[in-house]
């Protein structure tokens, strides 16, 4: 009986083997985008800009209805509050007309006071209103997005507040969407004070609800409750903004508590101090 | 060839059923809900999608889709360009290559599986995360992103289920 060669390997065995080839080149891609970014290469950016302007509008579109519902949860709660708020606002009233009094002639004074030391006030800070229309905050990562006018100039870098509270920076600009990196954020470090004792540290997010307070100094007196601020080292946070409250004390570490709950977050102010920090030149130079 | 143009448009939107609602489920949770108990209770869509369509019509959603998936995914989240791409594309390699077990038996098993090639593509997930910015995630939420997202699973297989039997059921597998 004659032996039959085969010269090829079967048709079938080859498109398995080029599948499995496929696959691999694709792992290996993602691979290299990863590392790529690592590097932070400005052609992600790009390519990255480019999903974003496309998908944000469609988010949006889909937000109107959740918009819709959480717009009429939120009437609802407000009347239920409207009573317990009109108490507390009486109160808040009372006491504000008695230091209002003493807030006049504190004014007068250091006006005097400034006159004489020749002091020159910082600039105002301007600020845009944004609405969030998408957000990510899963324990991967912490951002949202929110809808500018491409005419208000929002530059990355910039503070993003709450009311009055600081929720995160600007990360990057993509037409009318920017993307903010929220305080909780893993890549957020912020130069803060304990306003208390004006010992200085490191605030830095970890993906979850609570921020870590770093390079405090062993000795530093620090209490449940102190009230932790930016203290405007590194140009890119001005002074005193209020970030959260020490929520635990650990003996090598401690639990800050933001002070604004970034979950519930509809509009945000994107503040201008006119700063001129590392990261607006940075933006400038790119 | 007898098919009109209508016809060819809609037998080529169909096959792109699976990536289109793949990305519309992407799209849907990224939608802000302003609700406290949802902080980082976002389930992974994603990794349901891949692991359904992978399983039960890898004819329309391969490694190309699944690629395209992950790089949405990673341009919304603002996670590192690539990190979904890889782990999605893990994930497609895992649901290829232990699929074969679950995608004939009940409903359950295939959860089950779910649950199985899921919680290695977090593990995964979180080992390259933690490579990445050299800092360990706490397991507590990782646990938690598990179990959401595994008890989510049922939701999202039922509307993939209804498209795959409403719209595809007629398609050569």
Same mark, same amino acid.
């Given at each position: 009986m004659k032996r039959r060669r085969v010269l090829f390997i079967q048709l079938s065995q080859f498109r398995l083997f080029i599948r499995k080839l496929v696959v691999a080149v694709v792992m290996f891609s993602a691979l290299g985008l990863l590392i790529l970014s690592r590097a932070?290469?400005?052609? %992600?950016?790009?390519?990255? /800009?480019?999903?974003?302007?496309? @998908?944000?509008?469609? =988010?949006?579109?889909?937000?109107?209805?959740? /918009?819709? &519902? $959480?717009?009429? $949860?939120? +009437?609802?709660?407000?009347? &239920?509050?409207? $009573?317990?708020?009109?108490? =507390?606002?009486?109160?808040? &009233?009372? !006491?504000?007309?008695?230091?209002?009094? +003493?807030?006049?002639? %504190?004014r007068i004074e250091n006006e005097l006071l400034s006159q004489m030391l020749h002091y020159t006030p910082p600039p105002e800070a301007t600020f845009v209103t944004a609405k969030i229309v998408a957000g990510e905050s899963d324990v991967f990562s912490h951002s949202v997005i929110a809808y500018v006018s491409e005419k208000q100039n929002v530059q990355k870098g910039q503070v993003v507040l709450d009311n009055q509270n600081v929720v995160g920076r600007i990360e990057s600009v993509h037409g009318n969407y920017v993307r903010i990196l929220l305080v909780s954020d893993i890549n957020s470090k912020i130069p803060v004070l304990i306003e208390r004792t004006r010992g200085r540290g490191i605030l830095s997010g970890n993906n979850t609800e609570t921020l870590k307070l770093l390079f405090t100094g062993s000795n530093s007196d620090i209490r449940l409750g102190d009230k932790v601020v930016t203290s405007g080292v590194?140009? *890119?946070?001005?002074?005193?903004? !209020? *970030?959260?409250?020490?929520? +635990?004390?650990?003996?090598?570490?401690?639990?800050?508590?933001?002070?604004? !709950? *970034? /979950?519930? =977050?509809?509009? &945000?102010? *994107?503040?201008?101090?006119?700063?001129?920090? !590392?990261?607006?030149?940075?933006?400038?130079?790119? | 060839m007898n098919d009109t143009w209508i016809e060819i448009l809609t037998a080529k939107l169909k096959n792109m059923i699976p990536i289109l609602s793949a990305l519309g489920l992407v799209l849907m949770t990224f939608i802000e809900l302003h609700l406290p108990f949802l902080h980082n209770l976002r389930p992974d869509v994603a990794c349901i999608s891949v692991y359904f369509w992978v399983l039960y019509r890898l004819d329309l959603f391969g490694i190309f889709s699944t690629f395209f998936l992950g790089l949405v995914v990673d341009s919304l989240s603002g996670a590192p360009f690539g990190m979904n791409v890889f782990v999605l594309s893990f994930e497609?390699?895992?649901?290829?290559? $232990?699929? #074969?077990?679950?995608?004939?038996?009940?409903? %359950? =098993? #295939?959860? @089950?599986?779910?649950?199985?090639?899921?919680f290695a593509a977090l593990l995964f997930k979180w080992v390259v995360f933690s490579v990445y910015y050299r800092v360990f995630l706490s397991f507590w939420h990782i646990f938690i992103t598990y179990a959401v997202t595994v008890l989510i699973y049922p939701l999202i297989a039922r509307l993939n289920m209804f498209l795959q039997n409403r719209y595809l059921a007629d398609e050569g597998v």
């Amino acid at each position: 009986m004659k032996r039959r060669r085969v010269l090829f390997i079967q048709l079938s065995q080859f498109r398995l083997f080029i599948r499995k080839l496929v696959v691999a080149v694709v792992m290996f891609s993602a691979l290299g985008l990863l590392i790529l970014s690592r590097a932070d290469s400005a052609h %992600l950016g790009k390519a990255e /800009d480019i999903v974003s302007k496309t @998908l944000n509008p469609i =988010i949006r579109v889909l937000q109107l209805p959740a /918009d819709g &519902v $959480y717009f009429c $949860y939120e +009437k609802v709660r407000d009347v &239920v509050r409207v $009573y317990y708020d009109n108490k =507390i606002l009486k109160q808040r &009233v009372e !006491t504000l007309s008695r230091l209002n009094s +003493k807030n006049q002639s %504190l004014r007068i004074e250091n006006e005097l006071l400034s006159q004489m030391l020749h002091y020159t006030p910082p600039p105002e800070a301007t600020f845009v209103t944004a609405k969030i229309v998408a957000g990510e905050s899963d324990v991967f990562s912490h951002s949202v997005i929110a809808y500018v006018s491409e005419k208000q100039n929002v530059q990355k870098g910039q503070v993003v507040l709450d009311n009055q509270n600081v929720v995160g920076r600007i990360e990057s600009v993509h037409g009318n969407y920017v993307r903010i990196l929220l305080v909780s954020d893993i890549n957020s470090k912020i130069p803060v004070l304990i306003e208390r004792t004006r010992g200085r540290g490191i605030l830095s997010g970890n993906n979850t609800e609570t921020l870590k307070l770093l390079f405090t100094g062993s000795n530093s007196d620090i209490r449940l409750g102190d009230k932790v601020v930016t203290s405007g080292v590194g140009g *890119i946070f001005p002074s005193g903004l !209020t *970030i959260g409250y020490v929520s +635990k004390i650990y003996t090598d570490a401690v639990d800050v508590k933001p002070a604004s !709950t *970034i /979950d519930m =977050i509809e509009y &945000v102010k *994107i503040v201008s101090y006119g700063l001129n920090n !590392t990261l607006l030149k940075e933006n400038e130079a790119q | 060839m007898n098919d009109t143009w209508i016809e060819i448009l809609t037998a080529k939107l169909k096959n792109m059923i699976p990536i289109l609602s793949a990305l519309g489920l992407v799209l849907m949770t990224f939608i802000e809900l302003h609700l406290p108990f949802l902080h980082n209770l976002r389930p992974d869509v994603a990794c349901i999608s891949v692991y359904f369509w992978v399983l039960y019509r890898l004819d329309l959603f391969g490694i190309f889709s699944t690629f395209f998936l992950g790089l949405v995914v990673d341009s919304l989240s603002g996670a590192p360009f690539g990190m979904n791409v890889f782990v999605l594309s893990f994930e497609y390699v895992l649901t290829i290559s $232990y699929g #074969s077990y679950v995608n004939t038996k009940p409903f %359950l =098993i #295939s959860w @089950l599986g779910f649950a199985a090639v899921f919680f290695a593509a977090l593990l995964f997930k979180w080992v390259v995360f933690s490579v990445y910015y050299r800092v360990f995630l706490s397991f507590w939420h990782i646990f938690i992103t598990y179990a959401v997202t595994v008890l989510i699973y049922p939701l999202i297989a039922r509307l993939n289920m209804f498209l795959q039997n409403r719209y595809l059921a007629d398609e050569g597998v």
